[in-house]
């Protein structure tokens, strides 16, 4: 018989308000190249749950700092600003 142990993940440190919008825009633009990121994609490439990150990028796509670029699945883009 072979038995299987759980893995206990460490703990993840709660963020103060504000901070997941830095942690998703960050992680955007680091992966500027590979075009745009689904929810799922920035979630696991954060440690934070699908649900906080969807939120946080209709937030952002509201201010105007993230677009839009596929509406099934939804994918993100960092928002260029023009000068």
């Known amino acids: 018989m072979s038995t299987k142990t759980k893995e ?5 440190k709660r963020l103060n308000p504000g ?3 830095g942690l998703v825009l960050a992680h955007l633009r680091k992966r500027k190249k590979d075009g ?9 490439g954060i440690g934070r749950s699908s649900g906080a990150v969807a939120n946080c990028l209709v937030r952002l796509r ?3 700092k993230v677009r839009q670029v596929n509406k099934s699945p939804r994918a993100f883009v960092v928002s260029e600003r023009k000068r």
């Not at 206990?8 to 993840?12: N, S, Y």
């Not at 745009?36 to 696991?44: G, Q, R």
Request: hydrophobic residues 45%.
């Open 36 to 44: 745009s990121l689904t929810v799922t994609a920035v979630a696991k």
């Open 19 to 21: 901070e997941l919008d």
């Open 62 to 64: 509201k201010a105007g």
């Open 8 to 12: 206990k993940k460490a703990p993840v």
